[in-house]
């Protein structure tokens, strides 16, 4: 059996990325280490090939079916350990999660042994922020500063304890609040606390949302010279203050506690306890705005991404729709690097009119406003 692609994880993420490269009229796999999983895709999709794969990845020398390409929808946790022997057993591979910036040697290293690509960051940030921030630097002839500003937001934020659902891994979600985050100003990088840098920001279609930094940039710090570089979470009004008192009392820890004769993680416990009380708050919207100034200019490239009649959330059309949009240009031939970035695609102007076009087609729409004093 061959297929176009093989996609790696039948989660949220793995089951938008299927359903848009299904309706992109490709031949899809699905395979996942969970019959659960791979049961409730099948259901849900339909016209979606399905293999129960074992934990250990042995398996891919030998893979249960033939595949142009990989499409990895896994947690951050397992994406070096199924990517290293992917690209080493020759396979391409596009991948979503947010890998360390300092893997990307690695990654190319598995790239050449193998004979393989690998396209990194294909989600929505990091990924499609890259390419339109790759896009302003290009478009303005060298940006001074660039600001990402992205955010899952619930439609109805009234009566969640934290105006946020959790539109990701409940852990990775409280990890944004407590690790140091990196911007680049003046051209130096600096590693600030997340709740040094925060503001409220009113964007072009007059929504108003809070913001702290977070530690998004990648590889943009490496691959654009703009001087001034940083990214923002966006969240509803009041939701800062929220998290600032989680920390504070320590839910947010990851030292060890003892409770009668018991470890405990303060922040898995705390991921826990909201997964089962606020979950993913329901309908919500994903928002991505990046500015990108010069002189007197701003230019800003912005998308506003709403939960699916479908019965995909926001946040998985967003990320699925970007990692098959990626991937559909690695299969039909349009990106030739060994390792691939989303800024490169934004930094040509003919590949980005050709990603705008294609994520348009899915439905992520980009609109574009320049001002000037």
């Known amino acids: 059996m061959r297929v176009d692609v093989a996609i790696l994880g039948a989660g949220r993420v793995g089951q938008a990325a299927a359903y848009d490269f299904l309706r992109m009229g490709y031949r899809v796999a699905l395979l996942d280490i969970s019959k659960e999983s791979l049961d409730k895709a099948s259901e849900r999709l339909g016209d979606v090939y399905t293999y129960m794969i074992p934990p250990d990845t042995g398996w891919i020398s030998s893979p249960p079916i033939e595949a142009g390409l990989y499409a990895m929808a896994l947690p951050l946790k397992y994406t070096l350990r199924y990517m290293e022997p992917l690209l080493k057993n020759g396979y391409s591979v596009v991948d979503a999660t947010s890998v360390p910036s300092e893997e990307l040697g690695r990654v190319e290293g598995w790239a050449k042994e193998g004979g393989g690509k690998a396209f990194l960051y294909a989600g929505l940030a990091p990924g499609m922020a890259q390419t339109l921030a790759g896009a302003l630097e290009r478009e303005l002839g060298g940006a001074e500063k660039i600001d990402i500003y992205v955010g899952g937001v619930p439609e109805k934020p009234e009566g969640l304890p934290l105006l946020s659902g959790i539109t990701f891994e409940a852990t990775a979600f409280l990890r944004q609040y407590n690790r140091p985050t990196r911007k680049r ?189």
Not at 185 to 195: H, K, N, Y
Not at 210 to 232: C, Q, R, V, W
Request: glycine share 12%; with cysteine.
């Open 185 to 373: 100003v003046g051209g130096e990088v600096v590693t600030t606390d997340p709740f040094d840098d925060i503001g409220r920001i009113t964007l072009p279609n007059g929504e108003e949302y809070e913001y702290f930094l977070t530690d998004g940039l990648k590889s943009l710090l490496h691959t654009l010279e703009t001087p001034n570089l940083a990214e923002y979470t966006l969240r509803i009004p009041g939701h800062i203050e929220k998290m600032r008192l989680l920390r504070s009392i320590g839910l947010l820890d990851w030292e060890p506690i003892e409770v009668e004769g018991c470890s405990i993680v303060p922040i898995e416990f705390t991921a826990k306890i909201l997964e089962r009380s606020v979950g993913q708050g329901g309908r919500d919207r994903v928002v991505l705005a990046v500015y990108g100034y010069r002189g007197d200019r701003v230019t800003i490239l912005y998308s506003i991404i709403e939960y699916s009649e479908e019965g995909f959330t926001a946040m998985q059309r967003a990320t699925g729709y970007n990692l098959a949009r990626y991937a559909s240009m690695v299969l039909d031939g349009l990106v030739e690097w060994r390792v691939g970035l989303p800024e490169y695609v934004g930094l040509d102007g003919d590949l980005f009119n050709k990603y705008l076009k294609r994520i348009g087609e899915a439905g992520i729409e980009v609109r574009r406003v320049v001002t000037t004093p």
